[in-house]
């Protein structure tokens, strides 16, 4: 595998592992609110996330390629409502698709066909977050944004939707 695929996946596992970081602190504060649905939600996507970067880690020792792990930022979020960490969110998956759309145009470029064949399922996954994302915010927007029982139900619904 070419050097540069090799940095790409490395960066790769370090911002899926970052994106675990970033949901599990949003999990926190959302736990601190008392909105125990939406502390779970984003509490199984920080586990998803690390499932990513296991993947890619995987990927990388089944090419028999040896790589290293990269330092991991913490995140450094205040959050002024609880609609700013559902934007976030958002802002978030697109710049992770951002970064696996460009391992697959490498990849592409360079005519590594595993490469590329194993991106893909993370091209499609990322439609699907980023779905995901904006359909949590719309429902937020519709039914929870004035509080009271609405954001009750709606902690209730994201709550138990990943059952």
Known sequence: ????????????????LYSAYLYFDIA???????????????EKQAQEEIEHAEKFAEYLHDSDVQFKLLPIDAPSN???????????????????????????????????????NFVSWYV??????EKTAKDILDKYDLFAKD??????????????SRK
């Not at 595998?1 to 899926?16: F, S």
């Not at 926190?28 to 984003?42: A, C, P, Q, V």
């Not at 499609?124 to 977050?129: H, L, Y």
Request: avoid cysteine; charge should be negative; charged fraction near 30%.
């Open 78 to 116: 205040k959050f002024d409502d609880l609609r700013a960490p559902l934007m976030l969110q958002i802002e978030h998956e697109k710049y992770v698709t951002s970064l696996i759309h460009n391992i697959y145009k490498v990849a592409e470029k360079i005519g590594d066909i595993a490469t590329k």
């Open 147 to 160: 509080g009271g029982l609405g954001l009750y139900q709606f902690d209730k619904d994201i709550g138990s």
């Open 1 to 16: 595998m070419e050097q540069e695929l090799i940095d790409l996946i490395e960066t790769q596992i370090n911002k899926e």
């Open 28 to 42: 926190e504060f959302y736990r601190s609110k008392s909105l125990d649905g939406l502390h779970s939600w984003f």
């Open 124 to 129: 499609s996954e990322q439609i699907e977050e």
